[in-house]
Nanobody, 117 residues
Framework: VQLQASGGGLVQPGGSLRLSCAAS????????MGWYRQAPGKQRELVAS???????NYADSVKGRFTVSRDNAKNTVYLQMNSLKPEDTAVYYC????????????WGQGTLVTVSS
């Protein structure tokens, strides 16, 4: 069982990126999924999360700019990031509460997002 994240890269301020994270392996179900980020010298923080029913939660710093969504048929969570700012630069990690079949929390490998001109 693993989470595979993709979609990071270099983007100019004001630009957009879309991150994806797919869960694979012997999975019996997925509860909450989400994205965290860790900037250099800072603690890892929650960016956005989404429940299996589609209820979302966002950090104040990204509200109105980022959108989290999921495709339950594909076991995938997405993070659409618009109006990116230099302070959004960080390694982004996906996270999911899986049933394998017992409940277990998994992290993806991280993908770097750099916002710079």
């Amino acid at each position: 069982v693993q989470l595979q994240a993709s979609g990071g890269g270099l983007v100019q301020p004001g630009g957009s990126l879309r991150l994806s994270c797919a869960a694979s392996g012997r999975i019996f179900g997925i509860n909450d999924m989400g994205w965290y980020r860790q900037a250099p010298g800072k603690q890892r923080e929650l960016v956005a999360s989404i429940t299996s029913g589609g209820r979302t939660n966002y950090a104040d710093s990204v509200k109105g700019r980022f959108t989290v969504s999921r495709d339950n048929a594909k076991n995938t969570v997405y993070l659409q990031m618009n109006s990116l700012k230099p302070e959004d630069t960080a390694v982004y990690y996906c996270n999911a509460d899986l049933r394998v079949p017992y409940p277990a929390n998994y992290w993806g490998q991280g993908t770097l997002v750099t916002v710079s001109s």
